[in-house]
């Protein structure tokens, strides 16, 4: 009750209202960013990406991840098709102006291509998921 009474002698009001509100901004972001735990301690990871013919030696993202934890990936494209990760039974299709998302879990280390079976048959690397191996 002192301490109250103390910070509100020593701050204007409005200084006092712009902190509260700067803390609840903080605290809201650190909510809506930080990764959502599971009970066996896995994350799960959220993404955004496009799917662009990339030019040579341009890179395509790498979304590292650990192993066993949970990957979504939000996919907008330029062109139709499908996406896919070899192994996994999950294949959205996509199209322009219809983003879709991709779901995995993470059950094996390695580095996997995250691309899209375009329409016209050529295919588009979209991104590398890292899957770091648990210890
Ligand atoms: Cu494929």
Redesign the pocket.
């Known amino acids: 009750m002192n301490a109250l009474v103390a910070v509100k002698r020593r701050m204007p009001p409005l200084k006092l209202i712009l902190v509260c509100v700067l803390i609840a901004i903080l605290l809201l972001g650190y909510e809506y960013a930080k990764p959502v735990r599971t009970v066996h301690g896995h994350e799960t990871h959220e993404f955004h990406v496009t799917a662009v013919r990339k030019k040579p030696g341009v890179q395509i993202p790498v979304l590292s991840v650990a192993q066993g934890d949970s990957v979504i990936v939000n996919i907008s494209s330029n062109e139709p098709g499908m996406v ?1 990760v ?1 192994g996994v039974d999950e294949m959205p299709e996509v199209e322009p102006g219809r983003p879709t998302q991709f779901h995995m879990t993470a059950k094996t280390s390695g580095r996997f291509s995250l ?1 899209l ?1 375009a329409a016209d048959g050529t ?1 588009i690397e979209i991104a590398t998921i890292a899957v770091l191996p648990q210890n």
Do not use: A
């Open positions: 896919m070899h691309h079976h295919q």
